[in-house]
């Protein structure tokens, strides 16, 4: 059975983009493959978060996880801090990635902006913390969204040239599994930037956990442009806004994107938007009062996530220290 490793930052209330390019493929993947998912603090850190907040976002990210359908029992969830083989690894790997690769990603320059003096070391180091997240437990195939393609490329390239540098094949080859219609969910506000928790502008994406109202008033005020939709799917090209609300729609009704158009095709925009907040809605309400009801117990969530990293820790655990020995470094005492 293939191991299947994901992460999410507790750096804001998980959105619809999280959840159509993440997370409900993270549920699929249970039924067929050995699954971790991480709820990574180590790398919201990498821009500042308040530690109250860090703590409370930290256990919402685990209850919603687990609110779409992931199952702690036979999974694991966990808190990546929890487990100390994912910095020890990172180490290494900082010591592995180039800094030309570096220079390359472009998540980088969108996070650190203009100003990339002040930007934190952690934020350029970002993706070898994020490979050493998955091949500490030589994990083969990674869910995530679309703006994540470039990091698990990047993944490729240290544990390649891990295994060049240290005559092994220790490493295995990681696959990005980019799935569905709205792998890539745009802003409400603005069609060419991705939707994101950690937007400035609440209007600008769906939470998992925003009231009825709130995502009716969202979807029926999201951006469009003049035209009625088109009856073919061509007819979205230079259309951001439109292509989007079509993508999430489909993504959410299982409906292809061609089938949408010949229904809602020639009309304006105000029934579809009607329709598509029902359809959301629906989908996301129970996900929403499930994740009330967990958070209602934070005991309970921490007990899972504390067994969660012990269970991590005793796969990754081996797995580092092997990586640990064939860099030259003496064995870590037993405890
Ligand atoms: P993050 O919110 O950056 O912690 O991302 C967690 C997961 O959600 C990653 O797999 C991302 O690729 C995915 N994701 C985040 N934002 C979006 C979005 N707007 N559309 C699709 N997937 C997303
Ligand atoms: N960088 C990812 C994001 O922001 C989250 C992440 C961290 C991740 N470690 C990971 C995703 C390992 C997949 C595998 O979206």
């Not at 609300?245 to 105000?270: C, D, K, P, T």
């Amino acid at each position: 059975m293939q191991r299947v490793f994901s992460g999410i930052q507790p750096s804001g209330v998980p959105t619809l983009g999280n959840y159509l390019g993440a997370m409900r493929n993270w549920v699929a993947l249970q039924a067929d493959h050995e699954c971790l998912y991480c709820v990574v603090d180590l790398h919201a850190i990498t821009v500042w978060q308040d530690p109250a907040t860090l703590r409370q976002q930290t256990r919402e990210m685990a209850a919603a996880i687990i609110a779409c359908g992931v199952d702690p029992e036979r999974h694991i969830v966990f808190h990546q801090s929890a487990v100390s083989a994912h910095a020890r690894l990172a180490w290494i790997f900082n010591c592995v990635a180039r800094l030309g690769w570096l220079n390359r990603m472009t998540q980088f320059k969108d996070k650190a902006g203009k100003d990339r003096e002040a930007a934190s070391a952690g934020l350029y180091v970002y993706p070898n913390l994020m490979a050493a997240d998955v091949l500490a437990y030589h994990a083969t195939r990674v869910p995530v969204g679309d703006d994540q393609r470039q990091h698990l490329e990047l993944a490729n390239d240290i544990a390649q040239k891990f295994n060049h540098d240290y005559e092994t094949t220790f490493f295995p080859v990681i696959e990005p599994l980019i799935i569905g219609e709205a792998a890539r969910v745009m802003s409400l506000r603005d069609g060419t930037k991705k939707m994101s928790k950690s937007d400035p502008s609440d209007q600008s994406r769906i939470n998992l956990t925003d009231e009825t109202d709130v995502i009716a008033s969202k979807i029926r005020r999201a951006r469009t442009d003049a035209e009625p939709l088109p009856s073919e799917i061509a007819g979205l090209e230079g259309r951001a806004e439109a292509r989007n609300l079509v993508g999430i729609y489909s993504a959410l009704s299982g409906i292809s994107q061609a089938e949408v158009l010949a229904e809602y095709g020639g009309q304006g925009f105000a029934g579809f938007k009607d329709a598509l907040a029902a359809l959301t809605v629906d989908k996301l309400a129970p996900i929403a009062a499930e994740m009330r009801r967990l958070l209602a117990d934070p005991g309970h969530i921490d007990r899972v996530l504390f067994a969660g990293a012990a269970r991590a820790s005793a796969i990754a655990d081996p797995i580092v220290a092997e990586a640990q020995a064939l860099v030259g470094f003496l064995p870590r005492p037993q405890v």
